[in-house]
């Protein structure tokens, strides 16, 4: 199996695991007997231990190398998920899901790090590709979901079935993974530039805001978007869950082109389409109040989003590259853990809005946070060549 073929499958089996315990909210919530609140605090374990998983995962891929902590976070994520499906309280559940978040946001950093090893290795942008495998793969994980539920199997065989399988395919998957990038222990023959603290390069901070947007609206759509369709579009509960399905395909489909995008146009210019082309469909499915606007603004929303953290991802990578090839594990982990505070803040801070005006007023303000993406791309594209010219005068300097 090659390196790209691993890369691709350990995205998809990650994606595989979210979107198989998700679904199961509704019989999660009965089995702990929970009210939303509370149940919703467990859920907030989930992506703390994301947020502070992926802050410490770019030192300990730049350590061990991604192949190591890809595997370790990648099993310890399917040992966690039947403990998920077991939780009897709230409590539990929301330990079990504090440890399957930090295994997941170690295991992006990890396989983002590999994702980029190799896109670097094979000569051509390659991320959206694998981006795309975690997308097919959150879809295929929730119609196994799905399948489980209408069958009346309990969250715990349910969980249990999914971890081993996970578990198996991981097995076949992390041999031919990079082991790593290069990259010693500690920062030698790092250029000057590089080795500069990483909240002191703006390059970075631009490029975490493009994922911190992307991250945001991503989270309103998966939240929000069956609850617009209601309430605004008139659509049953059955027909308004559709609007997120064809949300979540159309950006599967579009990563699949994400790669030939980025090297035909250039990173910055398909960040720029991208985020005009998601505003848009954000602002027809809060702004038209017909049910084919809701559902043609979600996808067109989804297929703009499609390349926003892929490329972020693999420009930060690029950010701290070495001169030997190596590098760019700490830079990807900063921009994660910033993008991830999105996942955490951006539906709740969707949702106060809602509470204080109204839904499809809040979706225009999620249209408005995804236009600052093309302006963050803008940005950061001047803040490379700024660091690349000064990059530039520090090696004549030496010389």
């Known amino acids: 199996m090659s390196q790209r073929a691993a890369v691709f499958g350990v995205f998809a089996v990650n994606g595989a695991a979210l979107g198989s315990w998700a679904p199961r909210v509704p019989a999660l919530t009965e089995q ?13 374990g989930a ?4 947020v502070l998983a992926a802050s410490v995962s770019g030192r300990l891929v730049q350590r061990f190398g991604a192949r190591a902590v890809t595997a370790w976070s990648g099993f310890a994520g399917c040992a966690l998920l039947p403990a998920v499906g077991s939780a009897g309280s709230v409590a539990l559940l929301g330990i079990a899901l504090l440890g399957l978040g930090a295994a997941v946001g170690a295991l992006d950093v990890g396989m983002n790090v590999a994702g980029v ?62 082991v790593h990038s290069g990259t010693a222990a ?11 603290p ?21 989270g309103a759509s998966a939240d929000w978007s069956a609850l617009l369709m209601v309430t605004s579009h008139a659509t049953g509960e059955g027909a308004a869950a559709l609007a997120y399905s064809g949300f979540a395909l159309a950006m599967a489909i579009t ?11 250039g990173p910055t210019r398909l960040l720029i389409g991208s985020a005009a082309a998601a505003a ?15 559902y043609l603004g979600f996808a067109l929303a989804g297929a703009g989003l499609a390349a926003s953290f892929p490329v972020a991802l693999s420009l930060a990578g690029e950010a701290g590259q070495n001169a030997d090839g190596s590098g760019g594990e700490r830079e990807i982990g900063f921009v994660t853990t910033i993008a991830y505070s999105g996942f955490l803040a951006g539906p709740p801070a969707i949702g106060g809005i ?11 303000v999620v249209a408005a946070v995804a236009a600052v993406i093309a302006a963050a791309a803008l940005g950061a594209r001047y803040a490379r060549v700024r660091e690349q010219a000064r990059r530039s005068e520090l090696d004549a300097a030496v010389r």
């Open 117 to 178: 090893v190799a896109e670097r290795r094979a000569g051509r942008s390659i991320m959206p590709v694998f981006h795309a495998g975690f997308a097919f793969g959150a879809l295929i994980g929730s119609a196994a979901a799905g399948g489980a539920a209408a069958a009346g199997w309990s969250p715990a065989a349910h969980l249990a079935l999914a971890g081993g399988a996970a578990a198996i395919v991981l097995t076949v998957l992390v041999r031919p993974l990079p």
């Open 354 to 364: 809602a509470r204080l005006t109204s839904l499809p007023i809040a979706f225009v």
């Open 255 to 265: 990563r699949l082109a994400g790669a030939w995008g980025q090297r035909r146009f």
């Open 32 to 44: 702990v007997d929970a009210h939303t609140g509370t149940f919703g605090l467990a859920l907030l």
């Open 186 to 196: 500690g920062d030698g023959g790092r250029p000057a530039l590089q080795a500069r």
């Open 280 to 294: 848009a469909g954000l602002l027809a499915a809060a702004l038209v109040p017909l049910p084919a606007a809701g």
């Open 198 to 218: 990483l909240a002191r390069r703006p390059v970075l901070w631009l490029l975490a805001a493009v994922a911190l947007c992307s991250a945001i609206a991503e």
């Open 47 to 50: 992506s703390v231990g994301m």
